[in-house]
C-alpha cells in the first residue's frame, strides 16, 4: 500500500509541475499573438498608419518590381492580408490564453474558421458602409 501511495504522490507533483511550464508559456505565447493580432486587425484603430498601410506598401512595392501595374492591387491585397492575419493571430492567441485544458489542434479547421470569420466581418462592414449605415469620412472633400 505505502509503494502505491509513493507512486501516487510521486507522479502527481511531476505532473502539475510539468504542465505548468507549458501551460504558462502557451498563455504568454497566446497572449503575444493577441497582442500582435489586435494590432494587425481592423479591431485597432490607430493600426493602418503605424502597421497595415507599411506593409500593404512593402506587398505592392515587392510585386510592381516585376510589373509596375501590379503595385495598387497587390497593394489591396496586401492590406486585406494584413487585417485577415490579425485576425486569424487575435483567434490563435485566444485559444491559447483562454483554452482551460490542452486540447489537440486542428490547425485547417481553425484556419478555414478564421477566414471565414474574417470574409464574413468584411462583407458586413462593406454592407453597413454601401447601405449607410456605417459614415466614412470624406478624406477629399474637393474631388
Known amino acids: 500500500m505505502n509503494n502505491l501511495e509513493k507512486v501516487g504522490e510521486e507522479q502527481l507533483p511531476q505532473t502539475l509541475t510539468g504542465n505548468l511550464p507549458k501551460t504558462l508559456l502557451q498563455k504568454i505565447r497566446g497572449g503575444f499573438f493577441f497582442v500582435i493580432g489586435y494590432l494587425l ?44 492575419i490579425g485576425i486569424l493571430l487575435m483567434q490563435a492567441g485566444a485559444i491559447d490564453v483562454f483554452q482551460k485544458e490542452p486540447q489537440e489542434r486542428n490547425l485547417k479547421k481553425e484556419l478555414i474558421t478564421g477566414l471565414v470569420s474574417s470574409t464574413v466581418y468584411t462583407f458586413i462592414i462593406v454592407a453597413l458602409i454601401q447601405f449607410n449605415i456605417l459614415e466614412t469620412p470624406n478624406l477629399f472633400p474637393h474631388s
Open 41 to 84: 486587425s481592423p479591431l485597432c484603430w490607430w493600426n493602418d498608419l503605424v502597421f497595415n498601410l507599411p506593409i500593404a506598401y512593402f506587398f505592392g512595392y515587392i510585386f510592381s518590381l516585376f510589373d509596375p501595374h501590379l503595385f495598387i492591387p497587390c497593394a489591396l491585397i496586401g492590406y486585406w492580408l494584413s487585417n485577415i
